[in-house]
């Protein structure tokens, strides 16, 4: 067990819609990532929050959104859905930006139908 | 696009040693070498990571050549349950951690 969670573990919903995935990292970590991994693609980093700030983005489309709250929970918002957006999408946490590891939780597995 | 090279697959028997390679030919003296792997479907697990010298942890080794341009992860007694997907990166720190496709250890008995 890596210590973070993301919920839910499973979605499906329609294209169009919003739907709003859950990051609880590690007691203790700063820093929150988003990736996403499709199977024609691999893991691809979206964005990356620190203590709160934006510190790093990737590729994220822009109907993609994200933010870290006061008590280091995270949430990505995706809007729009198109079938291409079905993925794995993973968090991790780790203690600061640097060489800290990063700990990835189970991910969040959505189908958009 | 990923900055290693690692073979696409390979296989270890059960209770042998697993060494996976990496190229990093285009590393800077202030990049970290990082491995993690990632089993079916589950989130990528860090493994161990390096600088300069050969680092070891309860996991593997982590043997980084005197140019840095290559490193080896050595499993020192692979079982079944260390059949995965292993990645390695080269970075100055965590912020956007490329992985690649990796290489596809499958564990026999």
């Known amino acids: 067990d890596s210590g973070v969670t993301q919920t839910p573990k499973h979605l499906i919903t329609a294209t169009g819609q919003r739907v709003t995935l859950r990051c609880s990292p590690r007691?203790?970590?700063?820093?929150v990532y988003w990736y996403q991994q499709s199977l024609d693609q691999g893991l691809q980093f979206l964005i990356q929050?620190?203590?709160?700030?934006?510190?790093a983005k990737g590729n994220i489309l822009e109907r993609f959104s994200a933010q870290q709250f006061p008590d280091l929970h995270s949430e990505l918002n995706l809007s729009s859905l198109e079938l291409g957006d079905s993925a794995l999408y993973f968090c991790?946490?780790?203690?600061?930006?640097?060489?800290?590891?990063?700990?990835f939780g189970n991910g969040t597995r959505l189908t958009v139908t | 696009d990923a900055k290693t090279t690692q073979p696409t697959s390979m296989d270890c028997a059960e209770g042998r040693a697993a060494n996976l390679p990496c190229n990093h030919s285009?590393?800077?003296?202030?990049?970290?070498v990082y491995w993690y792997r990632q089993i079916h479907s589950q989130g990528p697990q860090y493994i161990i990571h390096?600088?300069?010298n050969n680092e070891t942890n309860e996991m593997a080794s982590l043997i980084i050549t005197e140019d840095r341009k290559s490193s080896t992860l050595i499993l020192p007694h692979a079982t079944l349950r260390d059949t995965a997907v292993y990645y390695c990166?080269?970075?100055?720190?965590?912020?956007?951690?490329?992985f690649g496709t990796g290489t596809r250890l499958q564990v026999f008995p």
């Open positions: 991790a946490s780790a203690l600061d930006p640097y060489n800290s590891p990063l700990h």
């Open positions: 007691s203790g970590d700063l820093s």
């Open positions: 929050y620190y203590n709160g700030e934006e510190r």
């Open positions: 285009t590393i800077s003296g202030n990049e970290y």
């Open positions: 390096g600088l300069k």
């Open positions: 990166i080269d970075s100055i720190n965590t912020d956007k951690l490329i």
